[in-house]
């Protein structure tokens, strides 16, 4: 047994830091935290000093053992987690759990996992730092707090199963106040002009009026105006500019970046930066530092002048804007700036490209510019006209760090300046064309995952680990979707002045769409609004920053972590209590009319299997009809007509091969039923628009689609198109098609080759297999295992060793993990337990 143990988190990590270190240290990974608050109860003592009851998890308690074992028979244990807050909470439960000798235990902390990184922390050890330790308390507790009080608030007022969280309802809060801004918004129209003019040489260049008209009329008249009009440069300002890097990636300027440019969702682009750290690639990913260390500097300043000359160096300091910081003291940066570009996974290698060229950029030269600012004069023949046209150009005297990279920008309506040619005061040009076009004001812009963390930070909500899980938990939770909606077609004019004549043309565009935004559901809308009329504190953004500067108070040891939470909880606990208690239940409901035939309340409203329209109420001697909103419509936005129409589905049509056909609407959308098939309709198909003709041509395209391509063993081969992409099916296997298969004309051989190639993918799965029993272990995704019986499936933790499992094992995992079958009777005793 090695001398030294060292704790890592990560598998992946403790494999790359291996590598760096000799046969005297052994590295061990706890994968991730080892102790956590229970999972059934608050566990938190919140009748005394609020102290945590933590429990190492059932998954966790084979991994305690092997490192209990290790440690004994340790000289020196290293507690190597990540320097941050939740990394210092790591060492201190590991400290904890494993019974450490302080004597015989060292942390040490690094921001880049590579060989002199790694030497200088064993050459620096610390002791554990309990106030990063007590800020990471104070969050798990708080939040605790938080979510365990209001949920069953909301499960009582709102819907079953529905969450809270301190950060997690402020950014729902943020997206359902955009989203109401956006509904709320009227449209104003007004007419913008645009030029082209040539030069006496016969260069173009556009220009533009810098006023918008806002009536037709008035567009109309100045174009008239510049009948038999001539055009004369009346002002030309030439000026030198520069533009400047912008400072390397902190956390969320790389989600934002990431988004704008790669197209990564927040979570994708935390993934792909964890494993490059653990690589030993990149710096540490969670961090809202912007400096570079001087030994990165060095590094960036050589790899500069070696690859493009000592005049794109310019080592440059940044200073951050975010409060608190409190994650690694660097930036993110690649661990060796000569590594221009990493041999990795796709997603990987594109994500350390755009960070070696942010962080490389950074320590380059300013652009240099020459801006030139130009002003036309229009000499009307009833000299009436006083606006003047302008245009702006710039050129690039010097690239500068634009020879690498040019940070992106979320304001779509960003015009971008051209060069324009070579023009002297006084000299006359000619007009191309003039357009007066109407546009419209376009209302807010909705929430990206990117631009709502960026948001979040403005705020001083969260901090750098906490984003990506926020936005993955509001989208599970659906309080929160990604839109799907292309937007709708919408009408605008254009007059267009040419060759001295006028004429209107009538164009459409795409407007309101939401596709891959971030949109509030109707649960989403309904919890906001009642969190916010009942704990309007705890969603107040100014409380939230507030409480995150308490943390940093506490990091900084400036708080005391438990009286923080004394101060919170007597005025949280007795608000919770009286809302439980006195407030009215919230549905949403909105009432939209009358039912013409009978005379009875219209209204939509939350119910137990989603958002309906309701047509009667409780009271009436006739009981209520329901019908279930499609997915593309919301309770704040349906109206009493499309209501109704609900009412009219499911539609008979008629008959297709002795088989009733009907449409109808469904949880995934409209469909066309045929017998016991399901025919998905068309999207933008309104369901009840569809007559059995048409029907029959979706059933028939269909069956088409359904028709055997293949037989392969005596089985049918079909075709499809799912969730996850194309896939064949054989055998009541699906496999997916990727790319490389040209999916409309797939041969003899291409099928057998994806037959065969899933087959010894399924047996290469296999670890044990008891036919008689029916039961069997395979391996499952991330190097985790399942254990499987019919339709029960149980997965092991990474930890657990399945290469000698018995069938009695076997047995007893799925005993253990057997579902319960709840009865009325039970549910309802344990209701009133817990409400007691």
């Known amino acids: 047994m090695p ?26 990974s706890s994968f991730g935290h080892i102790a956590d608050l229970p999972s059934k109860e608050l566990g938190v003592d919140v009748e005394g000093d609020f102290e945590p009851k933590y429990k190492v998890s059932s998954d966790k308690k084979d991994v305690v ?62 002791s554990i730092d309990y106030n990063l330790v007590d800020a990471q308390q104070a969050r798990r507790v708080l939040d605790r707090i938080v979510g365990y009080e209001l949920s069953p608030v909301l499960w009582r007022k709102v819907k079953g199963g529905l969450s809270a969280g301190r950060v997690q309802s402020v950014s729902v809060r943020l997206i359902v106040e955009r989203e109401r801004e956006i509904q709320d918004f009227k449209p ?25 008209f806002n ?81 990165a500097k060095k590094g960036a300043e050589k790899e500069i002048i070696s690859a493009y000359g000592s005049q794109y160096s310019k080592p440059q300091n940044y200073k951050g804007k975010s409060k608190g910081a409190q994650e690694a003291h660097e930036a993110i940066r690649p661990t060796d700036f000569a590594n221009h570009t990493v041999n990795a996974e796709r997603d990987q290698a594109r994500l350390y490209d755009l960070i070696w060229k942010r962080a490389i950029a950074s320590q380059m030269s300013d652009a240099q510019l020459e801006r030139t600012n130009l002003k036309i004069r229009v000499n009307a023949s009833n000299n009436k006209i ?9 050129i690039i005297t010097f690239d500068g760090f634009l020879k690498v990279y040019l940070e992106g920008t979320d304001d779509e309506d960003v015009e971008q300046e051209g060069i324009l040619p070579d023009l002297k005061i006084g000299e006359s040009l000619y007009n191309k064309y003039i357009t007066a076009t109407e546009r419209f004001t376009r209302p807010p812009a909705r929430y990206t995952e990117a631009a709502l963390v960026k948001q979040l930070e403005e705020l001083g909500i969260g901090r750098p680990s906490t984003y990506a899980p926020t936005i993955s938990t509001i989208q599970n939770r659906n309080y929160i979707e990604k839109g799907t909606n292309e937007g709708e077609v919408r009408k605008y004019q254009q007059l267009v002045f040419e060759s001295q004549d006028i004429r209107e043309k009538q164009l459409t565009e795409k407007v309101g769409s939401n596709k891959g935004k971030l949109v509030p559901t109707d649960v989403g809308f309904i919890v906001t609004d009642f969190l916010v009329n009942h704990f309007e504190s705890i969603l107040d953004y100014n409380f939230t920053a507030k409480v995150e500067e308490s943390f940093d108070d506490i990091a900084e040891g400036k708080e005391d972590w438990k009286e923080m939470m004394k101060d919170f909880y007597k005025g949280f606990h007795p608000q919770v209590e ?12 909105r009432i939209l009319g009358t039912d013409p035939k009978s005379g009875r309340q219209v209204s939509v409203r939350l119910g137990k299997f989603g958002p309906m329209v309701q047509v009667g109420t409780m009271d009436d001697e006739e009981k209520p009809k329901f019908a279930s909103l499609s997915p593309d419509q919301q309770l704040n936005s349906i109206t009493f007509e499309e209501a109704m129409d609900l009412f009219k589905l499911p539609k008979a049509l ?3 091969k002795d088989d ?3 449409v109808n609407n469904g949880r995934f959308g409209p469909y066309v039923r045929f017998g016991k098939k399901f025919v998905s309709l068309p999207k933008g198909v309104d369901p009840l628009s569809v007559e059995l003709d048409e029907a029959i041509l979706y059933i028939k395209e269909k069956e088409k689609a359904d028709a055997p391509i293949y037989m392969f063993q005596g089985l049918e081969v079909t075709k499809g198109k799912g969730r996850f992409g194309p896939f064949i099916k054989w055998n009541n296997m699906f496999i997916n098609v990727n790319k490389k298969y040209d999916w409309d004309n797939l041969s003899e051989e291409d099928i057998v080759t994806l037959i065969e190639d899933k087959i010894q993918k399924e047996k290469d799965k296999l670890i044990h297999v008891w036919e008689d029993e029916g039961i069997r272990v395979e391996k499952a995704r991330w190097g985790r295992h399942n254990v499987i019986k019919g339709k029960q499936k149980v997965e092991l933790a990474k930890t657990v060793d399945v290469a000698d499992m018995t069938l009695e094992e076997a047995k007893a995992i799925l005993e253990k993990n057997a579902p319960k079958k709840k009865t009325r009777k039970t549910t309802k005793k344990k209701a009133t337990a817990k409400k007691k």
């Open 660 to 662: 009733e056909v009907e």
């Open 578 to 589: 009286d809302v439980q208690e006195n407030a009215e239940r919230e549905s949403g409901e």
């Open 386 to 394: 006083e606006e003047q046209f302008t245009s702006n150009g710039e």
């Open 65 to 126: 053992k092997k490192l209990k074992a290790l440690a004994k028979k340790a000289e020196m244990v290293w507690l190597a987690s990540d320097e941050d807050r939740e990394g210092e909470a790591i060492a201190w439960h590991l400290a904890e759990a494993l019974g450490l000798d302080k004597e015989k235990t060292k942390r040490i902390v690094f921001h880049e996992i590579t060989k002199t990184a790694i030497n200088k922390a064993i050459d620096n050890p610390r």
């Open 3 to 28: 001398k030294n143990l060292v704790i890592v988190e990560s598998p992946a990590k403790a494999k790359t830091i291996e590598k760096f270190l000799g046969k005297d240290y052994k590295v061990e």
């Open 654 to 656: 008629g008959h297709y």
């Open 188 to 212: 104003l129209a007004t007419y913008r002009v645009d030029a082209e003019f040539t030069t006496e040489d016969g260069s173009t260049f556009k220009a533009k009026l810098p006023k918008n």
């Open 215 to 295: 009536s037709k009329e008035d567009a109309l008249k100045f174009l008239n105006a510049n009948l038999n009009a001539s055009y004369q440069v009346s002002d030309l300002q030439k000026k030198p500019a520069k533009k400047s890097p912008a400072a390397p990636f902190t956390t969320s300027t790389l989600q934002q970046e990431a988004s704008r440019k790669l197209g990564f969702s927040v979570s994708r682009t935390m993934s792909n930066a964890q494993r490059l750290y653990e690589a030993g690639l990149i710096t540490y990913m969670r961090t809202d530092s912007v400096n570079l260390s001087e030994e």
